[in-house]
């Protein structure tokens, strides 16, 4: 698929060879995942592609990453990804050794089963001499080196000489090891924005205030903890409805809530789970919610925070990865220890109780999303890091 219609936008020098061009873009491989299935990393990819700075400031041809169709499948082994990762290989080598682009951007996952694969298509570029960037959305790279020398061999053959992008300086301590400072860049993600024109009128709604949790729903996002937090808030006399949206990961989250339904007494009164949500229906279930609470115990950037922020909510969440840098605790909302039912609803009690208090961290949400997380404002900062890149 070929993109890149529009004027060139890199501060820096351009290579001599790109110079001599009709074009004088520099030529970008943009490896990434795309849709389906719809997850942080492939909703990112599919801005990078879609026309904006990036498109604009390179020639760029597009390589979906697509192992799967399932979100269920992601960090599952299976033989089918073993053959769509081989012909992914083959197809990157024909795009090279054709376009002979000055860059290659990869989203690289190097989580267990995709760590060879993505080694193998790292050397692929090494081959042709191409500039590599890595774009890295998850963590866990440190951890997953720890006793495991061979592992630890390949995430370093994968970094070598390559420039990084990381989402958040949280996750650093995973490259640290084999980057070069001066090629380790941080990217904040940022998405078009989810509300529209919608502002949602807050002020003097009647009944229970609405708690709402959306995501792929797995037992690391904490809805469990949210559960009890619910529990104490009713045992406290203190009035809520919690929506949890969102399609269930595996089956041991689906059972796990329903358990944890009966083991507090609660009821479809308190708490509702509406399935996977899109569309109108996405935009309805921010609307309607007053405040958004995502104990999370396991993520990097959380694209559903920024939603949540478009949509003008407080949030409340935890020191996971990059959350608190997202949140801005006591004025965007609050940051909790994750894991703690009663710090999450000591948090949730205050924005409850007091609604200027919670239409005012409402409001500064809103206001550092179009600051700070656009989907604009991304891909000029991506644009920039891989226009730095190139000119090294």
């Not at 989580?111 to 193998?120: E, G, I, N, P, V």
């Amino acid at each position: 698929m070929e993109a890149g219609q529009g004027v060139s936008g890199i501060d820096g020098a351009v290579p001599a060879a790109v110079a001599a061009r009709s074009d004088a873009r520099p030529r970008a491989v943009l490896l990434t995942h795309l849709p389906p299935p719809v997850h942080g990393a492939s909703l990112m990819g599919s801005y990078v592609v879609a026309p904006g700075a990036v498109t604009q400031a390179f020639d760029t041809e597009v390589l979906p990453l697509r192992m799967t169709d399932d979100v269920g499948d992601l960090h599952r082994f299976a033989w089918r990804k073993v053959g769509r990762g081989l012909a992914v290989i083959f197809r990157l080598a024909r795009l090279l050794a054709r376009r002979r682009p000055d860059l290659c951007y990869f989203t690289a996952s190097l989580d267990r089963h995709a760590l060879y694969r993505d080694l193998l298509l790292v050397l692929v570029m090494r081959l042709f001499g191409v500039r590599r960037v890595l774009h890295l959305h998850a963590q866990g790279l440190a951890a997953a080196r720890q006793g495991r020398p061979l592992v630890g061999l390949a995430q370093r053959l994968v970094f070598t000489g390559a420039h990084v992008i990381l989402v958040t300086k949280a996750v650093r301590g995973d490259v640290a090891p084999f980057v070069d400072p001066r090629r380790l860049h941080y990217v904040a993600n940022g998405i078009p924005d989810p509300a529209g024109g919608l502002r949602p009128d807050r002020a003097g709604r009647a009944g229970p205030i609405s708690l709402l949790f959306l995501c792929n729903i797995t037992r690391t996002k904490g809805h469990l903890v949210l559960l009890e937090a619910v529990a104490i808030l009713r045992r406290r006399g203190v009035a809520v409805r919690a929506l949890f949206a969102g399609p269930w990961k595996d089956e041991e989250a689906r059972r796990s809530f329903e358990e944890g339904l009966l083991r507090h007494g609660l009821d479809g009164a308190t708490v509702e789970h509406v399935g996977p949500v899109a569309g109108d229906r996405k935009m309805a279930v921010f609307a309607q919610a007053d405040i958004f609470a995502y104990p999370t115990e396991l993520d990097v950037f959380p694209l559903v925070l920024l939603e949540a922020m478009a949509f003008g909510l407080p949030v409340v969440s935890t020191r996971v990865g990059g959350i608190a840098e997202i949140v801005r605790d006591g004025e965007t909302g609050f940051i909790v220890p994750r894991g703690d039912p009663v710090a999450l609803a000591d948090a949730l009690q205050r924005l409850v109780q007091d609604p200027a208090l919670r239409l005012r961290m409402g409001a500064a949400a809103r206001a550092r999303f179009e600051a700070e997380y656009t989907r604009d404002r991304f891909l000029a900062r991506l644009a920039a890091t891989l226009g730095q890149a190139v000119s090294s």
